[in-house]
């Protein structure tokens, strides 16, 4: 099984450039969302899906846009980078409404550099 | 407001020895659940442990058991003799029910010595 599916893993931009980090679960999970980890910080919550159609704003979401159309996809959007954006962004799905299932399963990460 | 602390950035231990790594939250909801995630240096994140705050009995998963001290808001992870492999970084979380939403703390970075 595919599980989680992140592109690109390894990004270069310039500042003022957009671009789209693609995430991807064939696991039909309801709940989707976007981490990012820089040293010291842990991981911060970005956004994060209950179920297509439904979006939510999480720790950091300045900069960032999301969506959800399908239960599989949830894209996330820099709409005009800057260097404080330059991290490792993590996808992660996992049900939703059931703490019991509730562990979270990971794409392998996407290293963003900003210049 | 959800919150997890993390106060040890790092830790040396002895192979072999028993390893305790600390996890205070805040949460005003009744119903959450507690999870650790390791993190090699290879950069994956796996998932060790789960603790339902209702949960009676503390988890244990293998060498892996939570300390839960739900009074206190800790969740330590304690790792029983503790070998080479464990060497990473170690995230606690946690996932209020009324939101979803899953928040991590900062990390702990665990060396084991030979």
């Known amino acids: 099984n595919a599980g989680v599916t992140q592109t690109p893993k390894f990004q270069v931009l310039k500042t003022g450039q957009s671009m789209t980090l693609q995430c991807a679960q064939d696991?039909?999970?309801?709940?989707m969302s976007w981490y990012r980890q820089d040293p010291g910080m842990g991981l911060r919550l970005i956004h994060y899906?209950?179920?297509?159609?439904?979006?939510d704003q999480g720790e950091v979401p300045n900069g960032y846009n999301v969506s959800r159309s399908t239960t599989e996809d949830f894209p996330l959007r820099l709409l005009s980078a800057a260097p404080s954006q330059t991290s490792v962004y993590f996808c992660?799905?996992?049900?939703?409404?059931?703490?019991?299932?509730?562990?979270?399963?990971f794409g392998e990460g996407s290293r963003l550099t900003v210049l | 407001a959800q919150k997890i602390t993390q106060t040890q950035p790092g830790m040396f231990v002895q192979e072999k020895e028993a390893v305790t790594l600390d996890c205070t939250y805040d949460?005003?909801?009744?119903?959450?659940?507690l999870f650790w995630y390791k993190q090699p240096s290879s950069g994956e994140m796996i998932f060790l442990i789960y603790?339902?705050?209702?949960?009676?009995q503390n988890a244990t998963e293998g060498r892996y058991s939570l300390n839960f001290q739900k009074a206190r808001k800790s969740a330590n992870l304690v790792i029983s003799a503790s070998q080479l492999g464990d060497s990473a970084m170690y995230f606690c979380?946690?996932?209020?029910?009324?939101?979803?939403?899953?928040?991590f703390g900062k990390g702990t970075r665990l060396h084991i010595l030979p």
């Open positions: 696991m039909n999970h309801e709940y």
């Open positions: 949460t005003s909801d009744q119903s959450y659940g």
């Open positions: 992660a799905s996992s049900y939703a409404g059931d703490l019991l299932a509730g562990e979270l399963f």
């Open positions: 899906s209950v179920g297509a159609g439904i979006t």
């Open positions: 979380a946690m996932r209020e029910e009324r939101d979803d939403k899953i928040i």
């Open positions: 603790q339902g705050s209702y949960d009676e």
